[in-house]
Nanobody, 114 residues
Framework: QVHLVESGGGLVQAGGSLRRSCAASESIFDFNSMGWYRQLPGERVLVVRIIVGGRTEYADSAKGRFTISRDNALNTVFLQMNGLKSEDTAVYYC?????????WGQGTQVTVSS
């Protein structure tokens, strides 16, 4: 069973920054992709992910403000969130995908106060 342990998140004022991390219990090279999703009513939507080979995919709302990176030696991906807006408020989940299986972190609340 894959374990994803998240850290970071919390409360920040609009315009501020947060840095999230997600540590996997296995090598990140074992996954097709790793990234972050956020929970909206009734669905979990992609924020950003890094795909095997290093290509990244960003939601339009994240482009220019959020940056995903990874440390292969630590099996960890990072999410730098800058220029946060109140509409970024949500529970964010780390995700790792392998073939047809998705693994999820515990989820962490990010609250942006205006």
């Amino acid at each position: 069973q894959v374990h994803l342990v998240e850290s970071g998140g919390g409360l920040v004022q609009a315009g501020g920054s947060l840095r999230r991390s997600c540590a996997a219990s296995e090598s990140i090279f074992d996954f097709n992709s790793m990234g972050w999703y956020r929970q909206l009513p009734g669905e979990r939507v992609l924020v950003v992910r890094i795909i095997v080979g290093g290509r990244t995919e960003y939601a339009d709302s994240a482009k220019g403000r959020f940056t995903i990176s990874r440390d292969n030696a630590l099996n960890t991906v990072f999410l730098q969130m800058n220029g946060l807006k109140s509409e970024d408020t949500a529970v964010y989940y780390c995700n790792a995908n392998r073939l047809y299986r998705n693994f999820w972190g515990q989820g962490t609340q990010v609250t942006v106060s205006s």
